[in-house]
């Protein structure tokens, strides 16, 4: 018994002496052209597929519009924008230099297919080790990465004419306006209007961006290499300079219970409209307008205000503060109030 201990004691610092000349010389080659020994990545692919299957949240979390035409073409336009280079998009080739990774990333349209769509949110989320996979660069935004999923969760279906009219032939960056509309005037609910901010509001929310400082994995990618004169330059071109003051007419009071609610308050939740308007001073605090606003996303990021994740600005805790005790109705009444309003002027 005393001989097989010690052998299995031998063996044991054999093995470290061993994996340490590996590691501290070079023994390995890690060049992504001479590939993995025969076996390494078939055990690498097993192990990232049960992995994802056994983290990846339950099926009754993927969210009823998954099927949303807008949360569809949000997503393939971020798609477009930010994974296109290395899954490419339905009809369209991988380029060299993506299939010159090793492993490749698998084309779409073939990788989607053996995953439920709360597989591909762990994976969009989380990213993959030793894949080149990233993870989301957004903590707390998964209301934005099941827009991906949509997209990708559309992608079986999709072909080279679709791809193009959702998000463009890919010959170049995706512009603000593909997003949230030539002059700013969105109509998908999940992406909000610019032509009712003023362009100190846009300016504050590209910086912010940019920054870090408040989490969108979707505006971060967009405003990651803007510069300052190309912030004001978008700012001055879908801002308007007068929101303030031409939300000085009140709003009509309603039975809506997202009227009262905004208009009177509660207990435990303060009035909206005294910093939002409709009905607001002309010069009151810098606070954006909400009448007309895109539904979906007003919902969004009051639940990311109620829950601290929204970050922002010097304000940010005001927010969190008035958001923190909204139900989830509320908040959905609230935007569904705001949305329905006529916006001051209808933008410019």
Same mark, same amino acid.
């Given at each position: 018994?005393?001989?097989?201990?010690?052998?299995?004691? !031998?063996?044991?610092?054999?093995?470290?002496?061993a994996?340490?000349?590996?590691?501290?010389?070079?023994?390995?080659? +890690?060049?992504?052209?001479?590939?993995?020994?025969?076996?390494?990545?078939?055990?690498?692919?097993?192990?990232?597929?049960?992995?994802?299957?056994?983290?990846?949240?339950?099926?009754?979390e993927?969210p009823?519009?998954?099927?949303?035409?807008?949360?569809?073409k949000?997503?393939?336009?971020h798609?477009?924008?930010?994974?296109?280079?290395?899954?490419?998009?339905?009809?369209?080739?991988?380029?060299?230099?993506?299939?010159?990774?090793?492993?490749?990333?698998?084309?779409?349209?073939?990788?989607?297919?053996?995953?439920?769509?709360?597989?591909?949110?762990?994976?969009?989320?989380?990213?993959?080790?030793?894949?080149?996979?990233?993870?989301?660069?957004?903590?707390?935004?998964?209301?934005?990465?099941?827009?991906?999923?949509?997209?990708?969760?559309?992608?079986?279906?999709?072909?080279?004419q679709?791809?193009?009219?959702? !998000?463009?032939?890919?010959?170049? !960056?995706?512009?603000?306006?593909?997003?949230?509309g030539?002059?700013?005037?969105?109509?998908?609910?999940?992406?909000?209007?610019?032509?009712?901010?003023t362009?100190?509001?846009?300016?504050?929310?590209?910086?912010?961006?940019?920054?870090?400082?408040?989490?969108?994995?979707?505006?971060?990618?967009?405003?990651?290499?803007?510069?300052?004169?190309?912030?004001?330059?978008?700012? #001055?071109?879908?801002?308007?300079?007068?929101?303030?003051?031409?939300?000085?007419?009140?709003?009509?009071?309603?039975?809506?219970?997202?009227?009262?609610?905004?208009?009177?308050?509660?207990?435990? +939740?303060?009035?909206? /409209?005294?910093?939002?308007?409709?009905?607001?001073?002309?010069?009151?605090?810098?606070?954006? +307008?909400?009448?007309?606003?895109?539904?979906?996303?007003?919902?969004?990021?009051?639940?990311?205000?109620?829950?601290?994740?929204?970050?922002? #600005?010097?304000r940010?805790?005001?927010?969190?503060?008035?958001?923190?005790?909204?139900?989830?109705?509320?908040? /959905?009444?609230?935007?569904?109030?705001?949305a329905?309003?006529a916006?001051a002027?209808?933008?410019?």
């Open positions: 018994m005393r001989l097989v201990l010690l052998t299995l004691a !031998a063996l044991a610092v054999c093995g470290v002496i994996t340490a000349a590996v590691v501290g010389f070079g023994l390995y080659n +890690v060049s992504a052209r001479q590939g993995h020994l025969p076996g390494v990545g078939w055990v690498l692919h097993t192990t990232f597929k049960q992995s994802v299957r056994l983290r990846a949240p339950e099926a009754k993927v009823d519009d998954i099927t949303s035409p807008d949360r569809i949000l997503g393939a336009l798609f477009q924008s930010a994974c296109a280079f290395c899954h490419a998009a339905p009809g369209q080739p991988r380029s060299a230099t993506a299939l010159s990774m090793n492993p490749p990333p698998p084309h779409i349209s073939e990788a989607v297919l053996q995953w439920e769509p709360q597989h591909m949110f762990w994976i969009v989320e989380q990213g993959v080790k030793m894949s080149g996979m990233p993870h989301w660069p957004a903590d707390g935004r998964g209301d934005e990465i099941w827009s991906v999923v949509a997209y990708l969760n559309a992608v079986p279906d999709m072909t080279a679709d791809q193009t009219a959702l !998000a463009g032939d890919g010959s170049g !960056a995706v512009r603000c306006s593909a997003c949230h030539e002059e700013g005037k969105s109509v998908n609910t999940y992406v909000p209007r610019l032509d009712i901010l362009p100190d509001q846009i300016t504050q929310a590209l910086v912010q961006y940019r920054d870090g400082t408040r989490r969108s994995g979707i505006m971060q990618e967009a405003a990651s290499g803007l510069s300052d004169a190309q912030i004001d330059r978008i700012a #001055g071109r879908y801002g308007v300079a007068q929101v303030a003051s031409a939300q000085a007419a009140d709003a009509a009071e309603t039975d809506h219970a997202g009227a009262r609610l905004a208009m009177r308050g509660t207990d435990a +939740v303060p009035a909206c /409209t005294q910093c939002h308007g409709p009905g607001r001073a002309a010069d009151a605090p810098i606070a954006p +307008v909400l009448a007309g606003q895109s539904r979906a996303y007003m919902e969004s990021q009051l639940k990311l205000w109620r829950d601290g994740q929204r970050g922002g #600005g010097v940010a805790k005001l927010m969190t503060k008035a958001a923190q005790n909204l139900s989830d109705a509320e908040i /959905t009444t609230l935007a569904d109030w705001f329905g309003l916006p002027g209808d933008g410019k």
